[in-house]
């Protein structure tokens, strides 16, 4: 599991002076995203001003790791069954984010050069600025 929702109740209790009931209650349901957050920079102006944000990046997340790790890497079939079969998505997801959001993942070739995290952002963005926009083969 990733660190997430630990440093978001971190920065929750550490803005507060004095706590009771209530101030719990509302930790309890927030769900203000961390790790959209680091995604965000580069899918934010992308898409609408909305109040679907959140299943918007639900669904661009789930697209772009099955984009690099299955049709960039271990192969469609295989990524459909990790993520349907198994819960290796879901335990290991902070380390999957590490790939994605490095510049220098081997996974882009080192330097991002096979498909760029912005053309892939911009592919599985509901607003697609340049639909035609492919991944290199370098």
Same mark, same amino acid.
């Given at each position: 599991m990733g660190p997430y929702r630990a440093e978001r109740i971190s920065r929750l209790l550490g803005d507060a002076e004095k706590l009771d009931s209530s101030d719990f209650f509302q930790m309890h349901f927030d769900v203000y995203s961390p790790q959209a957050e680091g995604f965000m920079a580069i899918l934010g102006p992308l898409l609408p001003n909305t109040e679907q944000g959140d299943i918007l990046f639900e669904e661009f997340y789930k697209r772009l790791y099955r984009e690099v790790f299955g049709t960039g890497g271990l192969g469609e079939t295989a990524v459909s069954y990790l993520d349907k079969q198994?819960?290796?998505?879901?335990?290991?997801?902070?380390?999957?984010?590490? #790939?994605l959001l490095s510049e220098t993942s081997a996974w882009?070739?080192?330097?991002?050069? =096979? &498909? $760029?995290?912005? #053309?892939?952002?911009?592919?599985?963005?509901?607003?697609?600025?340049?639909p035609?926009? =492919? &991944? $290199?083969?370098?």
């Open positions: 198994t819960g290796i998505f879901v335990d290991f997801y902070f380390n999957f984010d590490q #790939v882009f070739n080192g330097n991002r050069g =096979r &498909c $760029s995290t912005g #053309v892939l952002l911009r592919r599985h963005s509901p607003l697609s600025l340049e035609g926009e =492919r &991944c $290199s083969s370098t």
